[in-house]
């Protein structure tokens, strides 16, 4: 590892987010010995994580495990970027399938990790991170992998009869644009935008970003 980032002071508050206390604090050993960062918060749920940012609580880097009990961690993606929309988030996690990693990169992560990894590419990880980089790991057809999340949105779209101005709202939300940001484009009033988003959720029957995620990630299963 650099001196560089054994000097920098910019990742001084990590919040790590996983339901396995012994891994949990085994990571934190690891940012302490390589990386000088002492200040580490561990929960084991998201919800309490959340609520931690939502009572004000901050921090300079998330770590997350994707898959984690109590609350699906893509409606934690989505309050959380809505609570802080420029932290930096690194999943870490044995789930790494090419439908992960590029959902991870349209809800705003920074960076992804597999748990089994090197030490070495870990570490690189959070260097990247902290230089105001993304790290994702390569894998095979990337664009294959996103022209079949695409595909997936266009099927839902249509099964629940979405309209035209909806979808286009969608995909803004997908790309994890803001309010202000799709009316400007869109040339509609932010109302506007929220009205559509308020519909989007109704015709899917869901209440949040991560129940649409729900009915992709079944989508895509069935092919």
């Known amino acids: 590892m650099s001196k560089k980032v054994k000097d920098s002071n910019k990742i001084q508050q990590v919040v790590i987010v996983d339901d396995h206390e012994i891994f949990a604090i085994g990571l934190k050993h690891i940012l302490e010995i390589n990386l000088g960062i002492k200040a580490g918060l561990h929960f084991s749920c998201a919800q309490a994580a959340l609520n931690y940012f939502k009572n004000g609580g901050g921090a300079d880097l998330v770590i ?63 260097e990247e991170v902290q230089m105001g980089k993304k790290y994702f790991p390569e894998f095979e057809d990337e664009k294959a992998s996103e022209e079949l999340i695409n595909n997936s949105v266009e099927r839902i779209c249509q099964q629940y009869r979405l309209s035209r101005s909806e979808i286009k709202i969608l995909d803004k939300f997908l790309e994890q644009k803001k309010y202000r940001e799709i009316a400007d484009e869109l040339c509609l009033s932010p109302q506007t935008v929220r009205t559509h988003k308020r519909n989007i959720y109704r015709k899917f029957g869901v209440r949040n970003m991560a129940g649409i995620v729900g009915l992709l990630k079944l989508e895509l299963e069935r092919g």
């Open 64 to 126: 997350l495990e994707l898959y984690i009990s109590e609350m699906n961690s893509f409606n934690f993606l989505e309050q959380v970027k809505i609570l802080l929309p420029k932290i930096n988030i690194l999943v870490f996690s044995m789930q790494q399938s090419n439908f992960n990693i590029s959902l991870c990169k349209k809800l705003g992560v920074t960076g992804f990790v597999r748990k089994n990894t090197y030490l070495k590419d870990f570490l690189q990880a959070i």
